[in-house]
């Protein structure tokens, strides 16, 4: 499975960006999808997953929201009232018995 990722930019604290992650070589519906993200100097934290069940971390948990098209074999990730400590190389993975990593994206937020 490859997995591209792409929707980071800059934007303003309480902007929105909308991120997606556009899977080949495969079927998304028959992994979990999840989105990681790293900040500079910080460890890869995991930001939301979605399996049967829907996963935030309690710092995004109303402000973001992760969906899939199955149709598009594509997952999103919704990003409302950023705040700056959201500045950070977003990815995508897919899990399974394997797990596949997008290339990151680049979200800043900043005034």
């Known amino acids: 499975v490859q997995l591209q990722a792409f929707g980071g930019g800059l934007v303003q604290p309480g902007g929105s960006l909308r991120l997606s992650c556009a899977a080949s070589g495969g079927t998304l519906r028959n992994y979990a999808i999840a989105w990681f993200r790293q900040a500079p100097g910080k460890e890869r934290e995991g930001v939301s997953c979605?399996?049967?069940?829907?996963y935030y971390r309690k710092s995004v948990k109303g402000r973001f929201t992760i969906s899939r098209d199955n149709a598009e074999n594509t997952v999103y990730l919704q990003m409302n009232s950023l705040k700056s400590e959201d500045t950070a190389v977003y990815y995508c993975?897919?899990?399974?018995?394997?797990?596949?990593w997008g290339q990151g994206t680049q979200v800043t937020v900043s005034s």
């Open positions: 979605s399996d049967s069940h829907v």
């Open positions: 993975s897919a899990l399974g018995r394997q797990v596949y």
